[in-house]
């Protein structure tokens, strides 16, 4: 939201209409009263508006529910964070009025339940206070026995007032989705929504209304990132994935597991990962690549059967929605913290290939290309994604999906001889046979964890190991070669680059304009092929005199973090450096740049 | 679509006609690979070449088939058969099975390792790839001791035997893997012992014409490490081997528990069969289910609705 627009102090009475080019709101109350299906309806609507949209929230680790909150942040231009601050909040409860004010900006708007929330009476100057008795006035539109029920429909009302939203629309996606059960409760729903459409915002605010987005040429989708990869395994053709459940992955096997079988596909859930894993390296070996995925300890579970899958050379891809570790660690909070284990992970020399979506867009392209990459090279394919990406929801141009669908059935047509790991293709890599194959040499392959010869049968030989791992290993160099540089964002020389990966590149490149507003010379490097690496980063690097690599995990014993570490050994330059942190939470903009600026002695400007 | 998973379920193994064969069917020479690592006189030989007899005798082609097995010295297994194979993980075998008999109806899938692979390490995926029924046959190649390791204890070894990892004799009660099966709902279980050649060649026909999960317990000597351990089940070693009793009812679940309560030798043959539909087919009714409702559309088509009501 415009600065101007919103420290305006509230004119007496009639509400007054701002034009805005993009507001943050934040919801907060408990996770049972439908408070994400609020933020929902604000960034499906955005989507069909053709505005952007991005959201971000937590989940409660409690099954009963528990405080929660859902931030939102439309925009007619370009949107690439949930925002640092909220243009307006809304407070359901005491704790969530408490706990939240912090957040909003000053004289920000916090419209609160007058039924839960005792507003404090010091902070009245400093933020503009509206109260509605939420809670009785949705009683009163639809009836008390639904207890809370209906009251985040009544606030999506208010919200809608507030903010001009298109009424038509709203009431569409409220058909949509409640639509099809019982009739009343639909109209239940359409009852709470203009009651809180019709209730008088008060004396105390204006209302706004967003600039006009600029047209888009083709329509947008709406999704979370966890939504985004499974569809992307689908149209990447995938049709059998195994996995066991943990959050925050659950919720991809939950959609493959439904959506699957619409294709001539399955999704088993399984007793644990290592079944997970074997199952899904099995279908994989059978012939189409499969798909396992988890969170924290289920990755743990899976890493001797990857190093399988590199030693026989089975495709696979496996997703990884990181969360807070080690351990149990912070099961609903985000991190990247499992880079390492993602690459290293496993005994012995295995190279497998690591991938990490920036954004919900990036999830849907990067699994049909983790996909392709895997049955390139017949390596598994690591997709990191995270916690954050998994829950927010984003719109974006529609795919072509007549164009990008893929149908990878497995190719069962006789062949002469097959020598499955012959030493001698110029990239280290075969076109595998599989089982229901007959090879008419009558030599068929075994697929083993064993060291092997060129055949697949087992050999103790010094020379043939060593010659297998370097197979291994070109196979991945040869991958690198083909990869695009990653672009800077900004200018390509300057003072500091930030560099990140995975789900921090929104906050980053907002960092970037926003130093660069004020002067400093800032740009960004993201980089989404973790392993192998693309070519192209040294030249980058060299056009800066800091390289602060920016990351959601812990410094570690050395101070660079994860990729950070693997830059350093890689490049061994001085200049980078690491930028961590490790409380669970997505980076702030104003964060990066006040830790870029703490870190960097001579000043940001470039030498 | 052009799917695996939507071939017919009558190209699997069982309903393979053993009349007039279209092709010749495989000679030993044929199905023969490396040859054995096995120590001399191990009980694991038999079995493989009860396998190979299998293979020949059913007119079981390279491409019908694949081989699995875990680690141990039974699993070297699939490296001797001149067909598709994998060697997995030590303890996984089942579940790499599982995933190539989900996805390739058109196969039929033989798993064969040892009792530590399978009761041990591998304990909990015998038991959730019994009780889901998956169409597969299990050989075990049971011979009480951990062979590759060099003789430490197993999950079955009997009580007081003397092993590296308990000097002064194993101090757990060991599974049995009969009763195991049963409860874990395999719907095919049967014992058999690799002296005798016959019985195993049977006891593997009818496991592989099972469509469902198929259990075989074999025993199978470990010459290096329990040498004589099963020469009570042995006639020619002056022991017994009994039939399971004509009179067994192989459905009822009470009478196949009792007679895997038999000391040793107990009993040989099938001792329990039931014919429940197997997770294979319950998979395919859901899929054949969801793609009637959408019949007609490209798979990109179904995506684009389901992104149509994502909008
Ligand atoms: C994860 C893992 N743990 C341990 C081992 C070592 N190991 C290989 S085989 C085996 C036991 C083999 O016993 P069994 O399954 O009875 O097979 P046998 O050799 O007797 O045929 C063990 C402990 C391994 N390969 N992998
Ligand atoms: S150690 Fe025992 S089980 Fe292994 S090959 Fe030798 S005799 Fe057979
Ligand atoms: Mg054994």
Redesign the pocket.
């Known amino acids: 939201m415009s600065d101007t627009a919103i420290t305006t102090p509230p004119a007496g009475g009639a509400p007054r209409s701002s034009e805005i080019s993009e507001a943050v709101i934040r919801i907060a109350g408990n996770s049972q009263d439908g408070i994400q299906a609020i933020g929902g309806f604000l960034a499906r609507l955005a989507g069909r508006s053709e505005q952007e949209v991005m959201t971000f929230m937590t989940i409660p680790s409690t099954i009963s529910g528990g405080p929660s909150i859902f931030q939102v942040r439309i925009g007619s231009g370009e949107v690439l964070s949930a925002g640092d601050e909220a243009d307006v909040l809304l407070a359901f409860y005491q704790h969530s009025y408490d706990g939240h004010l912090a957040s909003l900006k000053k004289h920000g708007i916090v419209l609160y339940d007058s039924d839960h929330v005792e507003p404090n009476a010091e902070l009245q100057k400093d933020y503009n206070h509206v109260g509605i008795a939420i809670s009785s006035l949705t009683v009163e539109a639809i009836g008390g026995t639904g207890k809370d029920k209906g009251k985040n429909i009544f606030s999506l009302g208010l919200l809608a007032k507030m903010f001009d939203l298109n009424v038509p629309k709203l009431e569409k996606l409220i058909g949509e989705r409640f639509g099809g059960k019982d009739v009343s409760v639909l109209n239940n729903a359409l009852t709470a929504f203009h009651a809180g459409y019709n209730h008088s915002l008060g004396h105390v605010i204006e209302t706004f209304k967003f600039v006009e987005a600029e047209r888009k040429t083709s329509s947008q989708v709406v999704m979370n990132g966890n939504e985004a990869l499974a569809y992307g395994m689908i149209a990447a053709g995938v049709r059998f994935g195994a996995a066991y459940p943990i959050t925050p992955w659950s919720d991809v096997m939950e959609i493959m597991r439904r959506e699957l079988p619409k294709y001539g596909g399955t999704f088993i859930q399984c007793e644990d990962e290592i079944a997970s894993v074997s199952m899904a390296l099995g279908a994989s070996y059978a012939g189409r690549v499969a798909v396992t995925g988890s969170s924290g300890p289920g990755i743990s579970l899976k890493a001797?059967a990857l190093g399988w899958g590199v030693m026989a050379e089975v495709p696979l891809v496996v997703i990884n929605v990181q969360r807070g570790g080690p351990s149990t660690g912070l099961p609903t909070m985000v991190e990247q913290s499992d880079l390492n284990q993602a690459i290293y992970g496993s005994h012995g020399d295995s190279p497998r290939v690591v991938l990490a979506p920036a954004d919900v867009e990036e999830c849907f392209y990067l699994s049909i290309e983790a996909v392709n990459i895997a049955r390139r090279y017949n390596v598994p394919v690591m997709i990191l994604s995270d916690q954050a990406i998994a829950t927010r929801i984003e719109a974006f141009d529609e795919p072509n999906l007549e164009k990008l669908c893929q149908d990878i059935t497995p190719d069962l047509t006789p062949v002469e001889d097959y020598k499955p790991y012959d030493l001698n293709t110029p990239d280290g890599t075969v076109k595998r046979v599989v089982p229901g194959t007959q090879v008419k040499s009558g030599q068929y392959p075994i697929a083993g964890g064993l060291e092997h010869d060129e055949f697949g049968h087992p050999t103790g030989s010094p020379k043939l190991h060593a010659l297998m791992n370097a197979k291994r290993r070109k196979k991945l160099q040869a991958l690198a070669a083909t990869l695009p540089a990653p672009k800077v964002y900004g200018p390509p020389e300057g003072s500091v680059l930030l560099v990140g990966w995975g789900s921090t590149r929104g906050p980053l490149q907002e960092a970037v304009d926003r130093a660069r507003a004020a002067g400093d010379s800032v740009s960004s490097l993201h980089i989404k092929y973790i392993n192998p690496l693309p070519p192209g980063l040294e030249s980058i690097f060299s056009g800066f005199n800091h390289v602060l690599v920016v990351e959601m995990n812990d410094e570690g014993l050395y101070g660079y973090g994860q990729l950070g570490g693997l830059l350093r050994a890689r490049f061994c330059d001085p200049k980078i450096r690491g930028l961590n942190k490790t409380d669970g939470l997505t980076f702030k903009v104003r964060e990066i740049l006040e830790r870029a600026k703490a870190n960097v002695t001579d000043a940001m400007h470039k030498l | 679509m052009s799917n695996t998973a939507n071939l017919s379920p009558s190209e699997t193994v069982a309903s393979i006609p053993a009349a007039v064969p279209a092709r010749k069917p495989l000679s030993k020479k044929e199905i023969a690979s490396d040859h054995p690592t096995w120590c001399p006189g191990c009980g694991?030989f038999a079995v493989l070449a009860l396998y190979f007899k299998l293979i020949e005798k059913r007119q079981l082609w390279q491409e019908k088939i694949t081989t699995v097995s875990?680690?141990?010295?039974?699993?070297r297994f699939p490296y001797f058969v001149q067909a598709h194979g994998a060697h997995y993980?030590?303890?996984r075998a089942l579940s790499f099975a599982s995933g190539i008999s989900l996805s390739r109806p058109d196969l039929h899938v033989f798993v064969f390792?040892?009792?530590?692979?399978?009761f041990?390490?591998g304990g909990n995926h015998f038991t959730h790839t019994a009780r889901k029924n998956i169409k597969l046959t299990y050989v075990v190649?049971?011979?009480w001791?951990?062979?590759?390791?060099k003789k430490?204890t197993?999950p079955?070894s009997p009580l007081g035997f003397k092993s590296k990892t308990d000097t002064w004799g194993a101090l757990d009660y060991p599974i049995n893997p009969m009763k195991q099966a049963i409860a874990a709902g395999a719907t095919f279980v049967a014992r058999t012992t690799h002296s005798n050649p016959n019985h195993v060649l049977q006891m593997m026909e009818a496991a592989s014409d099972h469509d469902g999960f198929s259990f075989i317990e074999c025993l199978?000597e470990?010459v290096e490490f329990y040498d004589g351990a099963f020469d009570a089940s042995n006639p020619r070693k002056g022991g017994k081997f009994n039939l399971v009793p004509a009179n067994h009812d192989v459905t009822d679940e009470q009478a196949a528990y009792k007679l895997a309560d038999e000391a040793f030798p107990g009993y040989f043959g099938v001792f329990y069969k039931n014919n429940k539909p197997t997770k294979n087919a319950k998979e395919a009714a859901v899929s054949a289910n969801a793609m009637e409702k959408l019949k007609g559309l490209k798979d990109w088509q179904v995506l684009q609705k389901t992104f149509d009501r994502m909008k």
């Open positions: 001797e | 694991d875990g680690i141990g010295c039974s699993s993980i030590h303890g390792g040892g009792d530590g692979d399978a041990s390490i190649m049971d011979n001791v951990y062979g590759l390791t430490q197993s079955t199978s470990c």
